[in-house]
Structure formats: structure tokens, C-alpha cells
């Protein structure tokens, strides 16, 4: 039952992003505060710093979990393609998240407004979709082939609770202005 242990670590750089560019996040929007038929195109919650602090730093996490894990198993392909992956499962998580925000604000839905289904599940289908583009064998090996699925189900399943959880704590420590 590795595979399905595989495909879970392998998402921790999708699951740490939106929670990293939280702390990163701050300063100039990544809409220049622009907006689109009365309302901002994303809104003064999507940095520019969140972005690349988030992406970035969780990419490195998943670099350090790669070491770490490769004594065991692989959990990324070998580098440079692998960090390519990293990369992609971070960004991609981010970009889900800048997508819902897009959407939430053409909705007239103002920033920070609790919307559950999109938040919980926003940057797990801008990774995997992301992932999907970009090395889609991997994606394949990983979460569908084998026994990978049920790693697959577990992050659907669970990753909201988790996220729940994490905005949550992030509120606690007053990294976050509302706890969602
Ligand atoms: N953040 C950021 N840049 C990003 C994502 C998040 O700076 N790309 C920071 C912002 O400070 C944001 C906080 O993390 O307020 C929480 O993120 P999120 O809940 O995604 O944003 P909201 O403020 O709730 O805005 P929205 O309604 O657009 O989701
Ligand atoms: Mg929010």
C-alpha cells in the first residue's frame, strides 16, 4: 500500500501552498486593483507576494520531502523533471485559488467571503489540472495507476478537513482575518 502514501506526500506542496501564501501574502494586488463590471477582477486577497512567497516556499518543501523520502521511495520523478512537478502542484494550487477568486468576484461575492464548496476545493483541481497539462504520465502513475486512486480519494475526501483545520489555526495566530 505504498502507492496510495505516494500519492498523499506527493500533494503536500498543493496542500502547504495557499496556506504559505497567507503568510507571504500582502502588498500590491495581482489585479493592480482593477476592476471588471463593478467589481475587482480578483480583489486585494490575490498578491502578487502571496503568489510567488506561497508557490516558492512550497515548492521547497516538496524539494526537502523528495531527499528525505528518496531513501525510501520516489516521490517525484528524478530532477530536473521532478522539480518541474513540484512546481506545477504548488503553482497550480495557487492559480485554483486565484480561478475561485475570479469567480467569487464576478459572482459579487466580496473578498473573504466564506464560499465552502469553492475554497475547500479550488487548489486541489487547479493542481491536478495543472499536473494534468504538464506531465500527465505522471499525474497517471501517480494518482489513478496501481493502487495511486485511493490516494486520490483520500485527498478529496480529507484535504477539506485539513484545510479546514489549517484556516483555522492560521485565524488563531492571526495570520488570517476570518477563519476559513
Ligand atoms: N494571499 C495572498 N495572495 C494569494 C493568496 C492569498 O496574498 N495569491 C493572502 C491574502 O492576504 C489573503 C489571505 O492570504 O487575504 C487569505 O487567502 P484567501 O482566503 O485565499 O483570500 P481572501 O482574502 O479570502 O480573498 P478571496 O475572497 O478572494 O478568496
Ligand atoms: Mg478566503
Known amino acids: 500500500m505504498i502507492g496510495p502514501l505516494i500519492a498523499i ?18 502588498g500590491p494586488p495581482i489585479d493592480s486593483g ?8 480578483l480583489g486585494d ?11 516558492i516556499s512550497a515548492a521547497i ?13 520516489y516521490l517525484y520523478p528524478s530532477f530536473p523533471g521532478g ?7 504548488s503553482f497550480g494550487a495557487l ?3 486565484i480561478g475561485a477568486s475570479f469567480v467569487k468576484r464576478r459572482r459579487g461575492v466580496p473578498r ?5 464548496i469553492m475554497d475547500r476545493y479550488d487548489f486541489i483541481v487547479g493542481a491536478f489540472l495543472l499536473i494534468i497539462l504538464i506531465d500527465a504520465d505522471w499525474f497517471y ?3 489513478i495507476e496501481g493502487d495511486g486512486w485511493i490516494g486520490t480519494i483520500i485527498i478529496i475526501v480529507g484535504v477539506p478537513f485539513l484545510h479546514r483545520a489549517v484556516n483555522i489555526l492560521g485565524y488563531k495566530l492571526g495570520l488570517k482575518d476570518e477563519p476559513w
Do not use: C, E, H
Open 9 to 26: 506526500l506527493a500533494f503536500i506542496p498543493a496542500m502547504l501552498a495557499n496556506s504559505l501564501a497567507v503568510v507571504f501574502g500582502g
Open 34 to 41: 482593477k476592476k471588471w463590471n463593478d467589481n475587482r477582477v
Open 45 to 55: 486577497g490575490k498578491t502578487w507576494r502571496g503568489l510567488f512567497g506561497g508557490g
Open 61 to 73: 518543501v516538496g524539494v526537502i520531502l523528495y531527499f528525505i523520502f528518496s531513501l525510501r521511495f
Open 83 to 89: 522539480l518541474l512537478v513540484i512546481f506545477t502542484l
Open 95 to 97: 492559480l485554483g485559488d
Open 112 to 116: 473573504g467571503k466564506n464560499s465552502p
Open 141 to 143: 502513475q501517480t494518482y
